[in-house]
């Protein structure tokens, strides 16, 4: 998935953390350092590495479920970024139709099938040109 949003409202940053509570998840991942990661009640993010595009400046992170939670199976790779204008580049990815054949270790699977397709959405964040 990539999305494009464009701050067509002028928010500041302060405005875009009240007005759109999404944000903050992405903005909290900034605050991390490459390996470093969180956990929530629902999920663990874990930041990867800083990313640059043009005039886009952001981070790559993948999202599974923590340890704790009791909800449906994901794991994705994103990657966020922001321009000076507070315009939003997302690009996600995530493995669908994995067959788990070992319930307990779920996420080595989801893995194994992120890590087989992560060149790919490498050389689409790469092919991507902003100004």
């Known amino acids: 998935m990539i999305r494009y949003k464009v701050n067509s409202d002028d928010w500041t940053l302060e405005q875009c953390r009240a007005e759109q509570p999404w944000f903050n998840d992405y903005l909290a991942v900034l605050d991390l350092q490459d390996g470093e990661s969180s956990t929530s ?17 952001g981070v790559e992170f993948t999202s599974t479920l923590s340890e704790t939670a009791q909800t449906e199976r994901f794991f994705s790779r994103t990657a966020f970024l922001t321009d000076r204008d507070l315009n939003v580049l997302l690009i996600m990815g995530s493995p669908d139709n994995v067959e788990v054949t070992d319930p307990v270790n779920w996420r080595q699977a989801y893995e194994a099938v992120d890590a087989s397709y992560r060149d790919i959405l490498y050389t689409l964040t790469e092919s991507i040109q902003t100004q």
């Open 41 to 57: 009640a629902r999920s663990l993010t874990a930041r990867v590495r800083e990313l640059r595009r043009g005039g886009f400046t």
